[in-house]
């Protein structure tokens, strides 16, 4: 078997190396990058002091080395020093042993070794000679310090300069450049996104004027699109789903209906024949009536059983389409026959009835059709009022893309009708009736009626209260209606 050459130790480095490199990565975007800046900064500033000092240093060192030879050259040589500024340094002076205050070991050995220069760095920083043929002595002092001063000066001047470029570094940074660059931005995405875990759709998308051109902008309009193709895509699906649910609950009604159709055709034919032997019945009686005040009673009856027939034709439609007759139809009296089948009822004798269509208003169509619609619109009229309550019936004309059409109300003083009905009123098995003579059929035969004919329906509340059922027919030409 081959051995690992690796040690314990380096596992163990390796480990607490990962620990670390964790840590950091799990630190938040502005203290990951202070760190880094940071570091930056303060490697970059060693870098600059740690190459700068020593060549520093090394110059001044090799300066002050040839300027000092140079004077020590030219005080043996006892020549002048130059008279230039800065030479004060030196402290040149001329005189006396006593006056320049030299030590006795200093005489001794100039005394020993004339024509020579006293030199000891290690003990002092003068340089002493005797002047031949004189008892006078000169002095110079070698400004040895001076230059170790000069290069200390300069190792604070580039550390308080590196240290105020540092400082004023991380200021701009951290108060003007990362935080409008930077951290605004990843706030910008972070509230973004919380809006939309809560489902806050105003403030899940980033405004366009707060998105910048850089890689940040690309990502925080990425986000933008993604977000806009979900929510489209969601509204689609909600609408999807409406649909579907509307075509089942359309779908449910339609079998409804169907049921209902072959239902209505199978009443309709056991009811016709003896429809024919009371028709029949009534015939017969009114041939042999006489007086009066009979007679209207009995033609009365035969209207009835008139519109027990086309109530019977009319449960067929439900399993059959008839071919529709249309004729001039004036509206006022036909509105007075739907008012006198509708006064069977009990209630109606508690309500006022006002009849107030236009003498000259003449649509075209089936009129044993329209006079279905019309009592299914004063029947719901009727019910609706309270006892005393009134029942109105106007017309109106208007003309739209060129044609005239009459427009007939249906208006009552009643409750009107219930805002979460009023949308889907004209749907079958809707109703707001809640007793057994509400089957939520009615309207819905009224409307398939005036589509037929070409028309419109429409419901509506009135704003001093009570409803408003308006039925748009195609117009013909007035006509005078006698007796009217």
């Not at 086309?310 to 071919?323: N, V, Y």
């Not at 819905?444 to 408003?468: K, W």
Request: overall charge negative; some cysteine.
């Amino acid at each position: 078997m081959f051995g690992s050459n690796t040690e314990p130790g380096d596992a163990v480095r390796r480990s607490e190396a990962s620990r670390i490199a964790r840590y950091f990565g799990d630190l938040k975007i502005r203290p990951k990058l202070m760190v880094l800046h940071n570091l930056f900064f303060l490697v970059l500033s060693s870098a600059i002091y740690f190459s700068m000092i020593p060549l520093f240093e090394a110059r001044v060192g090799a300066a002050r080395d040839r300027e000092i030879h140079l004077v020590t050259q030219m005080f043996s040589d006892e020549r002048a020093l130059p008279a230039v500024p800065g030479m004060e340094i030196y402290e040149y002076q001329q005189g006396t042993a006593q006056e320049l205050g030299m030590p006795v070991e200093v005489v001794r050995w100039l005394a020993e070794h004339p024509g020579s220069t006293f030199s000891d760095p290690a003990t002092s920083d003068y340089l002493y000679r005797k002047e031949e043929f004189s008892t006078f002595y000169r002095r110079l002092r070698l400004p040895r310090a001076f230059y170790g001063v000069l290069v200390s000066t300069a190792k604070w001047t580039l550390f308080a300069v590196l240290g105020l470029t540092y400082f004023l570094a991380v200021f701009l940074l951290e108060l003007l450049i990362m935080p409008e660059y930077v951290y605004r931005p990843v706030r910008l995405m972070l509230a973004a996104d919380a809006a939309t875990h809560n489902g806050d759709r105003e403030a899940e998308l980033i405004p366009e004027d707060l998105i910048l051109e850089d890689e940040i902008g690309q990502i925080m309009r990425s986000r933008n699109q993604t977000i806009a193709d979900l929510r489209h895509q969601e509204e689609d699906l909600e609408r999807k789903n409406a649909l579907l649910e509307t075509a089942k609950r359309n779908l449910e009604q339609q079998d409804r209906l169907v049921s209902l159709g072959l239902m209505s055709a199978s009443i309709a034919h056991e009811m016709n024949t003896p429809m024919a032997v009371l028709h029949g019945s009534i015939e017969k009686l009114l041939e042999t009536v006489k007086d009066q005040p009979t007679r209207e009673r009995v033609e009365r009856m035969m209207r009835v059983a008139r519109r027990l027939r086309t109530i019977s034709e009319g449960l067929l439609d439900f399993a059959r389409a008839r071919k529709q007759e249309s004729e001039h139809v004036a509206m006022r009296p036909l509105i007075d026959e739907c008012w006198s089948l509708v006064g069977f009822d009990d209630k109606a004798a508690e309500v006022h009835f006002h009849n107030e269509v236009a003498t000259g208003a003449v649509v075209v169509g089936n009129p044993d059709r329209l006079v279905q619609v019309f009592v299914n619109l004063l029947r719901n009229a009727m019910h609706a009022v309270q006892s005393g309550g009134n029942v109105t019936a106007r017309s109106t004309v208007n003309y739209q893309q060129g044609r005239k059409w009459m427009t007939i109300c249906i208006e009552d003083d009643g409750p009107g009708i219930p805002d979460n009905v009023l949308p889907e009123i004209f749907e079958a098995f809707v109703t707001s009736r809640l007793d057994a003579r509400g089957t939520g059929l009615g309207l819905t035969v009224a409307e398939g009626i005036v589509h037929q004919h070409g028309g419109t329906i429409g419901a509506s509340n009135r704003a001093e209260g009570g409803a408003r059922l308006e039925v748009s027919l195609p117009a013909a030409e007035e006509v005078r209606v006698n007796g009217s």
